[in-house]
């Protein structure tokens, strides 16, 4: 192969802001399901 894949090219900062929000909204999700499951309004084990 000639050159090869060295590096990508950079994002545009629109594709960095909406993955920022994403990673965001994913992380606030498991924040949620851990408070969620620490409290015990979601069962883990049915004792």
Same mark, same amino acid.
């Given at each position: 192969?000639? *050159?090869?894949?060295?590096?990508?090219?950079?994002?545009?900062?629109?594709?960095?802001?909406?993955? *920022?929000?994403?990673? =965001?909204?994913?992380? *606030?999700?498991?924040?949620?399901?851990?408070?969620?499951? =620490?409290?015990?309004?979601?069962?883990?084990?049915?004792?």
């Amino acid at each position: 192969m000639e *050159g090869g894949h060295k590096y990508d090219a950079p994002e545009p900062p629109e594709d960095t802001k909406s993955k *920022g929000i994403s990673y =965001a909204v994913l992380g *606030g999700l498991v924040v949620l399901l851990m408070v969620l499951v =620490a409290t015990g309004v979601v069962p883990i084990f049915d004792t």
